[in-house]
């Protein structure tokens, strides 16, 4: 039985293909049929026509902060600000207090989850014990109960013999690993990437060497292995060097990047803004450029927002004080389609295939990020001509710490639907 | 030295750094100094012009020279000075680096004198309050006042600062005294020199116009100028450099290697020094070193900094006493 119908839209789905106007037909929370021709039914009818229609998108990353610091972000919270942003599955990254690293936290996000979120929710589960990088978790027991990767975010696992079990170990269970790639001796307190902007501004840099040889480590430890490793937001040139050559011998790698390392740079730090303040940190235009190519080549897997929420209280310190981390949900498709599609360095159909098949296939989340018939009615709807000024309207997200404040992007998300229900529309949610 | 159009109006609220000020807005501070300098050989020191104003005196690091310097500066021109101690203060208590600062502007105070281990701090201050900021050394970012206070003795000592060369000896990396001095000197038409180990002089700093040298002979080769850092023992134990013997080995400066420089050259340090590693004994207290120099005159461009800043017109110092 049909209950939503999606009709006139440009329907874009770079896994399978389509990108034609079409009506797509829903029911029982999956996708039905996808025609051209137009139906009547008298089931809920929207008219996309316009309209940009695509899968729903997956957030591989994102810290939506409960159990722990609700006063930064809530379940309930995150999950509106990923519907705002076209999000339709986010990640919870567990690096929060508690950690979660068992069984009991795991069901604790399951469960919240259920009667908290629009949107959702994978959960993750930490690759050590409290994220202390001594003893692994069970993840056995933590696949069986539905995390879909493994993260110590925030406290990389240092050790390269405990990186080695862990990733031997996950192997058995297909789930990846994935990797903060940060060698804390070497960014040892620093603020922003080392370079001219660090050193004119003395502010401590981090090398990018701290990110690069801890990636570098990660693939020949996932070749040996035959674990699959997932580096998260890569941030430099020397690091895609090494995926691309790890990629080219066959390893089990895979990349993403944020939207702000792919259209900032440490330039953002010129009048000492916190809100730029990010690990790991931006990087050069080099490192920018490379991060495009990077993402047009299809060596960079996916994009992830890192959506890190902090308070105004925390933010408004002196930039040593204040912690790393920029929201980035409400912003990513927008930021993304203005400063690479419109100014033509990547395609539209690549930007949706990086925020849809290319997270799914990661964490091995499909049929979702697809629109084919029985796949789970997962839909974004965007008007592309849009354009808009961030900040001009509240964020969903509890925190503000964004440093595109007072930018005009383009392409504003219309309409959000989760498992064949409308959840966001024109900014109201059900 | 004074250029066909100077302003006649010293634009800025705050003192954040000198590397957004043009070579006539540090000109018109030193200028400025000069006539403040004169008041200390009166036999009455001060000079009502900044009387019915405060001054706060905000530290965050410790800081003798400085803030003595920032505290005479102002009674001379008879504002009143308040000293923050933030060891006794509600900051030990946890209170907010800008809930401390609002306290203080609740209290009517004109101007906070600002040190702080962290760059940028001041200029958070400054956009989120209304009175005037002063910096006084914001981590390894700047250290305006030292910059002019550098500037000025050299220019008191040369005449000009065009076609100077001024050798910067010492941890670059970290001082805000080198940075500040960077900017004020390459606008002013000086070369630049930076002369320490490859671990304390950053590369980067090519981008500014600056020459690196590792070797202190190459460096300072036909200075002017040199100016000496305080080398700090806690680079050590970062391994950026192996020992106190070592640095002195290469770029402690002796009688004997003063020859390198220009006959008549000029040593300068910020302070405090340590005697018998970045500079021996004999050259600190020697013809060429002008370091007490530097201390009276660090009081003059002060005082020209809090009445710029206070909005006065480029008149002369005022006469009444």
Redesign the interface.
Known sequence: MTSLIVKNGRVLDPASGLDEVATILIGDGVIKRISGSRESLREQIIDATGLLVCPGFIDLHTHLREPGREDKETIATGTRAAAAGGFTSVCAIPNTNPVIDSQTGLRFIISRAETDACVNVVPLASVTRGQCGEEIVEFGDLVYYGAKGFTDDGHPVMNTEIMRRALEYSAMFDVPILDHCEDLLLSDGGIMREGFVSTKLGLKGIPPLAESMQVARDADLAEYTGGHVHIMHISTAQSIEHIRRAKARGVRITCEATPHHLTLTDEALYNFSTAAKVNPPLGTANDRDALVSALADGTINCIATDHAPHTDIEKDQPICDAPFGMIGLETAFPLLYTRLVLTGHISLQSLVDKLTRGPAGVIHLEPRGTLTEGAPADIVLINLDKEFTVGAEPFFSKSANSPLIGEKLCGRIETTIVGGKVVMHNRVFA | MTSPKRPSVFKHKHLLGL?HLTADEIIMILDSAAGMKEIFTRTVKKVPTLRGKSVCNLFFEHSTRTRTSFELASKRLSADVINFNVATSSVAKGE???DTARTIQAMHVDFVVMR??????P??LAE?LKMSVINAG?????HPTQGLLDTFTMRDKRGSLAGLKVAIVGDI??S?VA?SNIWALSKLGARVALVGPSTLV?R??E??GCEIHHSLKDGIAGADVINLLRIQLERQRKNLFPSIREYRLLYGLTKERLKYAKRDVVVMHPGPINRGVEISQDVADGPHSVIEEQVTNGIAVRMAVLYLLSGARDAPVPEDA
Not at chain 2, 116 to 121: A, D, Q, V, Y
């Open positions: 590397e907010s680096l800008l702080h281990s962290c760059p940028g701090t200029h958070l989120r914001d981590g390894a970012h700047e990396l970290h805000r940075r950053p980067h700093f981008r500014l």
